[in-house]
């Protein structure tokens, strides 16, 4: 799996859309773009994925570069309950065996009032 | 109506003891997964297992193993517990049929402690 790149900490104000950029570029065609974040004592929990083309669900929105070689996960509101650690991870869903992910450091968000 | 669940929470034991986490998943998943969080932070995947094959991140000591009973469960064993192995453990499951989006639903951790 090809390996990211993202900043150590961002502070985001709350109530602010917070943008958490993610650099991969290395990404092979076949590679999806995953996000996942971990809440301080809990589980990662996924957040959204995508290839090329731009997705938005209830928790964020993800916009990829056109060349792939980056993204960037965007917190349109951000509330404190948001301040986690952000993973931006890239996986080839076709050819990974067992879909394991490979966590890099991450993004510490920090959602100030 | 925890989607996936360990057990236990916390545990704190001995060097050189023998020790068992359980994990149990009620999503109707085919894959799960065991990952360790060091004090540092860092997550990395220990094991992929589904009822094809195991597959084995390869630093993982042979002193770790995992055992399905039945697709619902992975249970992680570990012999001969070191200082080292303290750390948090999480345990995944996913769905890897062909259409699916391969996300993973972790459980809350066993924090580990070895004295």
């Known amino acids: 799996d090809a390996k990211t790149t993202q900043p150590t900490s961002m502070d985001c104000a709350e109530g602010r859309a917070a943008n958490l950029p993610c650099n991969h570029s290395t990404i092979s065609g076949n590679e999806y773009v995953y996000w996942y974040r971990q809440i301080h004592s809990q589980g990662p929990q996924y957040i959204i994925h995508?290839?090329?083309n731009n997705e938005t669900n209830e928790m964020a929105s993800l916009i990829i570069t056109e060349d792939r070689k980056s993204s960037t996960l965007i917190l349109p509101h951000a509330t404190l309950r948001d301040t986690a650690v952000y993973y931006c991870i890239v996986r080839d869903n076709n050819n990974n065996a067992g879909n394991m992910l490979t966590f890099g450091g991450g993004t510490r968000l920090m959602v100030k009032p | 109506d925890t989607a996936v669940s360990q057990t236990p929470k916390y545990l704190v034991t001995q060097m050189g003891n023998d020790k068992s986490i359980k994990c149990e998943q009620n999503?109707?998943?085919?894959?799960m997964y065991w990952y360790k969080q060091d004090s540092k932070k860092f997550l990395k995947i220990m094991f992929s297992?589904?009822?094809?094959?195991?597959?084995i991140n390869e630093t993982v000591p042979n002193r770790f193993s995992p055992k399905s009973p039945d697709k619902a469960h992975l249970n992680l064993h570990i012999n001969s517990l070191e200082l080292g192995d303290s750390a948090v453990y999480f345990c995944?499951?996913?769905?890897?049929?062909?259409?699916?989006?391969?996300?993973?639903?972790f459980g809350p951790g066993t924090r580990l402690t070895v004295l």
């Open positions: 995944a499951s996913t769905y890897s049929g062909r259409f699916s989006y391969n996300e993973q639903f």
């Open positions: 999503l109707g998943h085919d894959t």
């Open positions: 297992y589904n009822n094809k094959e195991l597959i």
């Open positions: 995508g290839l090329k």
